[in-house]
């Protein structure tokens, strides 16, 4: 066990970044656990997932804006869904690059459909960097100060495997759930 932690407080910063890139919901809770535990630092490690996760979101706008035959090439299944994201941008406006980054599911997509639009680039870094600084202090300082019940809860997991597997497939099923719903085609 002593090895993972020494593995994690050498590598979990890069992976932390790497994983950031495209969200890093998940990456950044476990820093902040980890942080908690004293296996990491939690200023180190939010400052890379800020850093990456609006990196991430740059580059997704570039592509979006500046690639846009090649991006829409990969994006062919998921049009309903980047109209969605795009009804969303029309609907909640510029507080969408904040919620988007608390919503999984539409991190991504988010992003795209604001690069494939005429959106100002200099308003969308202020509010993308604003939005990450915000995402990343509430979700690292929220799992570090709740860093022991989350201990608790993955012990918990670890006594009794079979929840790990019905948590994921309650979760994914929901979020498939939504998506399908949400994109569906309204019959008039």
Partial sequence: MEDTFS???????IGLF???LGGGFVALIGAGVLSFMGKMDLTLS??????????????LFYMARYQKSMMMDGLRKHRRKLALAHIMMKKNG???????????????????????????????AILNVASAAVWALVVGLGSYYSGSYLI??????????????IILVVFGGALWLY???ATKRKVK
């Fill in 18 to 20: 790497l994983y950031s």
């Fill in 179 to 181: 998506m399908t719903q």
């Fill in 94 to 124: 510029s507080w969408i690059i904040l919620i988007q980054k608390f919503v999984y599911g539409i991190k991504t997509l988010v992003p795209i459909a604001i690069g494939l639009t005429k959106y100002d680039f200099k308003k969308f």
């Fill in 46 to 59: 939010m400052s890379i997932a800020f850093v990456a996760n609006s990196l991430g979101d740059f580059l």
């Fill in 152 to 165: 608790k809860v993955a012990e918990l997991i670890g006594d009794k495997p079979w929840i790990a597997p």
């Fill in 7 to 13: 593995n994690l407080t050498t590598y979990g910063y």
